[in-house]
Every structure is written in structure tokens, then in C-alpha cells.
């Protein structure tokens, strides 16, 4: 009886490179009596299955609403009459920025994993020192510097998809389907 093994990518090389192109098949490699077995598949998506709106999106955080807001920020700051007093700029994301206040716990909670001694010291919580042990515990080697899986590192996605959980009255979160990345930009370039 013949066994089948996973769907691997085929390099063709075009163009010097070695990643995918539109031109890659895959192949399925399988065994029986006879020796190994290849068959060539052709990709399942293709550029011209992706919805145009998708091909020409852009993300521009730092585009003309950002260059406008700065404008009016210099204006306001030279005396010129506005009916607001100052330009919060929402679009970013920057939370401090726009006068939030940081959490005091993601904060003693990123000391420690970055200098795991102060676990042993009294200048921390027991609750930030617990979640800080939960995570050097997920970390290769027990230390955040290690590489990690690239959508993140596992403790900290199954903590998100608690979070979310929680947040939304009970309805499932797929750790697995969680990316951490530093901001949304990256976040995009990403995907």
C-alpha cells in the first residue's frame, strides 16, 4: 500500500532566485513496492484568482492624512487660530502619545524576562514575577533573546487567545491563528 508524505515546494531558480513564482508547481511524493513517487501539482492560488482591490491596497500610516496632521500641528504650535488646541493622532496607534497612561504590570513583567535575576529580588509583584516565570518557562533555552516561531512566541499567543476569550463572552480563540508582531506595519508586511 502506497504512503503519502507531505506537499513540498519545487525551486525552479527563475530569475535567480530560489523562493516561489508564479510558474512553481508543488509536488506530492508518495512511496509503494516500486520506489518513490512524485507528482507535480500546480499551485492552488494564482495572481489572477487574487481580488484586484487586494493587489493595489496600500497602507500608508505615515501617507496625507499623517503629513496633514503634522501641518496642522505646526500651525497650532505658531499661534495660528484652529478651533482645537492640539492634534491627537489617532491613526498611529500610539497610546502614550495621545496621554494613556503605561501599564505598570507589562512593564515590571518585560524588566523581568529581560533580566531574569530580578526574579529573585523583592522590587516585583508575585503577579508579574508568576507571568514572567510562565513565559522564560515557553522560552528555548528559558531566555526571550532565543528564537522563536515566527508567528511568536507560543505562551504569549495562548495568553492573547485567553484574553480574547475572555473578552468576547466565552467564544473560542485559535491560539494558532494568533501573530505577534511589533505594530501593525509589520504586522501587514507580514500577511
Not at 30 to 45: A, F, N, Q
Not at 89 to 97: L, P, S
Not at 178 to 184: E, F, P, R, S, T
Request: with cysteine; net charge negative; aromatic share 4%.
Amino acid at each position: 500500500m502506497p504512503a503519502t508524505f507531505t506537499s513540498c515546494p519545487t525551486f525552479n531558480g527563475i530569475n535567480g532566485t530560489n523562493g516561489l513564482s508564479d510558474s512553481v508547481e508543488t509536488s506530492s511524493v508518495s512511496s509503494d513496492e516500486d520506489g518513490i513517487i512524485i507528482k507535480p501539482h500546480k499551485k492552488v492560488l494564482t495572481p489572477e484568482m487574487v481580488n484586484e482591490g487586494i493587489k493595489i491596497m496600500s497602507y500608508a500610516v505615515r501617507g496625507p492624512l499623517m503629513i496633514r496632521a503634522n501641518e496642522l500641528e505646526k500651525e497650532v504650535a505658531e499661534g495660528v487660530k484652529k478651533p482645537f488646541s492640539n492634534v491627537i493622532k489617532a491613526n498611529i496607534g500610539d497610546a502614550h502619545a495621545m496621554g494613556n497612561k503605561p501599564i505598570t504590570f507589562i512593564r515590571q513583567v518585560m524588566a523581568i524576562i529581560t533580566h531574569p535575576p530580578l526574579l529573585e529580588t523583592d522590587a516585583f509583584p508575585e503577579d508579574a514575577k508568576s507571568r514572567a516565570r510562565d513565559i522564560l518557562a515557553g522560552c528555548r533555552g528559558g531566555s526571550v533573546g532565543s528564537y522563536s516561531d515566527s508567528p511568536g512566541i507560543e505562551i504569549i499567543r495562548r495568553h492573547v487567545a485567553s484574553y480574547i476569550k475572555e473578552r468576547d463572552g466565552g467564544i473560542e480563540s485559535d491560539w494558532k491563528q494568533i501573530m505577534l508582531c511589533a505594530g501593525a506595519s509589520e504586522g501587514i508586511r507580514g500577511i
